[in-house]
């Protein structure tokens, strides 16, 4: 082989390697479970909100006023803290007084899915803020559209 296709085949793979790496690096999922909180899918969250329980969009507002999951108030959960389950929420700001005032009310939080770490954030926020029936929509509202559901 010749010198220069050698070295444009290595800035090849280099470049997809690094490509690779960048997406793997942002793309962490959320962790399976969150203490405090029951974890339920659209399914189940449709099954919830239809009985009254409040549903929180944890996304910022221009995602809320692209489409959200009807009758969903949002509670935008600015986020500055790592993309982990022990993330420093004091870096962090939400506005819980847009949540009901009854800590006994169930809430259903969610976002933009399982790499989205909003609602799994505001979630945890509301339990230690005191709220008592919790649920978090893991997979947000790609599961809670591909069900077919209501969005507005």
């Given at each position: 082989?010749?010198?220069?296709?050698?070295?444009?085949?290595g800035?090849?793979?280099?470049?997809?390697?690094?490509?690779?790496?960048?997406?793997?690096?942002?793309?962490?999922?959320?962790?399976?479970?969150?203490?405090?909180?029951?974890?339920?899918?659209?399914?189940?969250?449709?099954?919830?909100?239809?009985s009254?329980?409040?549903?929180?969009?944890?996304?910022?507002?221009?995602?809320?006023?692209?489409?959200?999951?009807?009758?969903?108030?949002?509670?935008?959960?600015?986020?500055k803290?790592?993309?982990?389950?022990?993330?420093?929420?004091?870096?962090?700001?939400?506005?819980?007084?847009?949540?009901?005032?009854?800590?006994?009310?169930?809430?259903?939080?969610?976002?933009?899915?399982?790499?989205?770490?909003?609602?799994?954030?505001?979630?945890?926020?509301?339990?230690?803020?005191?709220?008592?029936?919790?649920?978090?929509?893991?997979?947000?509202?790609?599961?809670?559209?591909?069900?077919?559901?209501?969005?507005?």
């Amino acid at each position: 082989m010749n010198r220069k296709l050698v070295r444009n085949l290595g800035i090849s793979i280099t470049t997809a390697a690094l490509l690779l790496f960048g997406q793997l690096a942002f793309a962490v999922d959320t962790p399976a479970s969150l203490k405090g909180a029951t974890v339920v899918d659209a399914t189940k969250a449709k099954s919830l909100a239809d009985s009254g329980i409040k549903i929180i969009d944890a996304r910022v507002a221009n995602e809320y006023a692209e489409a959200h999951i009807k009758g969903a108030i949002s509670v935008p959960y600015k986020e500055k803290s790592a993309k982990s389950a022990d993330f420093d929420a004091t870096q962090d700001s939400v506005d819980l007084t847009k949540l009901p005032a009854d800590k006994n009310a169930g809430l259903i939080f969610y976002c933009n899915g399982a790499e989205c770490w909003k609602g799994y954030k505001e979630a945890s926020a509301a339990v230690k803020a005191g709220y008592k029936t919790v649920y978090w929509l893991r997979l947000g509202i790609p599961d809670w559209k591909a069900k077919g559901y209501p969005v507005e």
